[in-house]
């Protein structure tokens, strides 16, 4: 915790630390300092929260779909360290028109406030100035957002399920709330937030926030969010939503066409929480809901407190793709709970959630589907690192000059795991499980840095059995290229069948309607298909989609591997399947390696700049930009 220099920081903590000590009397208090914390700030930040610190937004918007502007204010609290006299405020914005700003005193009048906008940088936008009285405690900036935020997604009727009614969502993570609210966009800044949201009657408005399923749907919606969370949780949908439950607890928000669908889908959220739960101690934000998405949002999954966004993607039909469930769940521990301080520390979030996520679904759908997950995400690691300079394969890389966006890789996710694994298997099972609990009770509700991490890590297992640590070279892990030599590599099993009824095929032995693939799950196919050779003749492609008619598959997963092969093995009659795909689904995991695929070849990039054309206006901006990379849009 980066708080140690100053105590009122320490205050604002205090709901929270109140809060943690309530459910965990063994941890310090979050008024102690934490030694020699780091001093690395943001960098992807101009806000200055060591002088004046954000601590809650109250927010008011008008959702206009037809303009594609959200309009209304952000009301900040802010508190300055004990002394402290700032009057300078300093906020993220990026392409936001603020029209006002005012300051106050709690309960006293408003006065204008004078400020400036920055001139934007292209990868943090335009730091906002605002000078406040000493004494000023709450700052109201009236403004407008403009239709290209690249945090907002406005989909006109027919890019949603139910093509009669527009949809709008956010997506904040990782420097994207600055572009729909001012604020200090660091994940080291905890808030509060409470929102009113007033949108067309007939749609309704969700929140990482208490949204009520029974909420009247009346166009005029409040949300509070009592718990502090970084801003990159912030997160706001407004669409034609209907609920279905799973649990008291848990449910599904989707437009109407998907919401049964997304229910039977998700239907073992309630068993997940529970799995979690006894492993990682209890899970501290009430519910815990899905909202399935129009297909063009971007990610898996979004692990926004109490409503995690997901991609209608995962509905394969048959629950194999619910890892990334676990994972969004894994989140309320690791990332919302215990939040990276920067993005440099991303691998806290999404290494320790990728180790947890395996864990939830050993425990829910056994040890066999866990461990192929880990092989394929190990697979997917080693695929990635090979293509990486060796500063992109460091755990915990520097960022300066560089958008997070473009930092976000496998090693944060993947070799953040096997780290952690490595921890498992040398400490043994039962005493990691225990560190791990502890981790999540002393630093619930605070962000950290590596630093911090490591520093708890000592204390708290190496240093007890400095033996057994020689076998966790912690720098290693944390500080250089490549995976460690002496990491101890996920095998499952149930591979090396496959591997083998491959093999077999493509020697001659068997056609391939003789291959043994009645019982594969979805990871089995998965591992099938990458165990082919890259390129399979055309000839040996057809005769596999003539048996499993893999090009017809209803699995995104599955398709995008086949893609993957059709493109390496200029498989023709692939081609519709991939453009139909790349031009109904925006999810970047899936349009990035099959656009990169495509650019290898002169032909290849002709054809990606072809369905881009088409595909492009229906993109989320985050996607867009990536993809634009990729093809060197615009040609
Ligand atoms: N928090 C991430 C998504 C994210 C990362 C958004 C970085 C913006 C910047 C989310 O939890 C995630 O990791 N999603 C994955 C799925 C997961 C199972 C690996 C995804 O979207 O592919
Ligand atoms: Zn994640």
Redesign the pocket.
């Known amino acids: 915790m980066r708080h140690g220099r100053f105590a009122a920081i320490g205050l604002i903590l205090l709901g929270a630390a109140a809060c943690r000590r309530a459910e965990s009397p063994r941890s310090g208090p979050a008024l102690t300092p934490t030694p020699a914390a780091t001093s690395s700030r943001d960098v992807h930040s101009y806000g200055n929260p060591e002088e004046i610190r954000v601590t809650h937004a109250d927010l008011d918007w008008d959702v206009d779909f037809d303009r594609k502007v959200l309009r209304g204010s952000a009301t900040l609290t802010v508190k300055r360290p004990v002394g402290g006299r700032s009057t300078g405020l300093v906020l993220d914005t990026r392409a936001l028109d603020v029209s006002k700003v005012e300051a106050s005193r709690e309960g006293s009048a408003w006065t204008n406030s004078p400020f400036s906008l920055a001139p934007p940088d292209k990868i943090l936008g335009s730091a906002l100035t605002v000078t406040i009285p000493e004494d000023a405690t709450q700052v109201r900036i009236t403004y407008a957002t403009r239709p290209e935020a690249s945090g907002l997604q406005w989909l006109d009727p027919p890019q949603t399920a139910g093509r009669k009614n527009p949809f709008l969502f956010t ?1 904040s ?2 420097i994207h709330a600055r572009s729909w609210i001012p604020l200090q966009d660091s994940p080291s800044v905890r808030i509060t937030y409470r929102a009113h949201v007033r949108t067309p009657r007939n749609l309704m408005a969700v929140m990482s926030a208490d949204n009520d399923p029974n909420e009247p749907r009346d166009g005029d919606y409040d949300f509070e969010m009592p718990q502090p969370i970084p801003s ?1 949780l912030i997160a706001l949908a407004v669409g034609d939503l209907a609920f279905a439950p799973i649990s008291l607890r848990s449910g599904v928000w989707a437009e109407r066409p998907v919401v049964a669908k997304a229910a039977r889908e998700f239907a073992d959220v309630e068993k997940m929480i529970r799995a979690a739960e006894t492993l990682f101690g209890p899970y501290r934000w009430e519910r815990y809901d899905v909202l399935v998405l129009p297909p063009s949002f ?6 926004n407190p109490r409503l995690t966004f997901a ?1 209608p993607t995962l509905l394969a039909g048959d629950k194999s793709l619910v ?2 469930i676990a ?2 769940l894994a ?1 309320s521990w690791a ?1 919302n709970l215990v939040t990276n301080a920067t993005w440099s520390d ?1 691998w806290l ?2 290494g320790v ?2 180790y947890l ?1 395996r864990r939830i679904v050993e425990q829910v759908y056994g040890a066999r589907r866990a461990e192929m997950e880990a092989v394929l995400g190990l697979q997917d690691l080693e695929k990635e690192m090979a293509g990486l300079p060796p500063k992109d394969q460091v755990l915990h890389p520097d960022l300066r000059g560089r958008d ?2 473009d930092a ?1 890789t496998d090693v944060a ?1 993947e070799k953040g795991a096997l780290f952690l694994r490595q921890l498992e298997a040398v400490y043994g099972r039962d005493r990691f499980d225990r560190f791990l609990r502890g981790y999540f009770d002393h630093f619930a509700f605070q962000s950290i840095t590596t630093d911090d991490f490591i520093r708890y890590l000592h204390a708290n297992l190496l240093d007890a059995d400095p033996k057994l640590a020689a076998q966790v070279p912690v720098a290693d892990w944390t500080e250089k290229p490549e995976i460690p030599a002496g990491a101890r590599r996920p095998v499952s099993d149930a591979l090396a069948p496959v591997e083998a009824e491959a093999q077999s095929w493509l020697d001659g032995k068997k056609p391939a309607a003789a291959i043994a693939a009645k019982n594969w799950s979805t990871q089995e196919w998965l591992h099938f298909l990458r165990a082919l050779p890259n390129p399979t003749s055309p000839a040996k492609m057809e005769e596999l989609d003539r048996a499993f008619h893999l090009s017809a598959s209803g699995n995104s997963e599955i398709t995008n591997e086949w893609l993957l092969l059709a493109i390496a093995s200029h498989y023709e009659p692939a081609y519709p399947r991939l453009e139909e795909f790349l031009t109904s689904m925006g ?3 899936f349009l990035k390696p099959l656009y990169e695929a495509l650019v290898r070849t002169p032909e290849g990039r002709a054809r990606a700049l072809a369905i881009y054309r088409k595909a492009r206006p229906g993109y989320h901006p ?1 996607a867009v930009a990536t993809v634009d990379k990729i093809v060197g849009w615009p040609g």
């Open positions: 997506q993570q990782a990159y971007p990610f898996g999954g979004m692990e991609t890892a990334v994972h969004e989140h990332g991303f979030n999404e959630t990728t996520e997070p966006d976000a996710y999810r970047q995991k985050i």
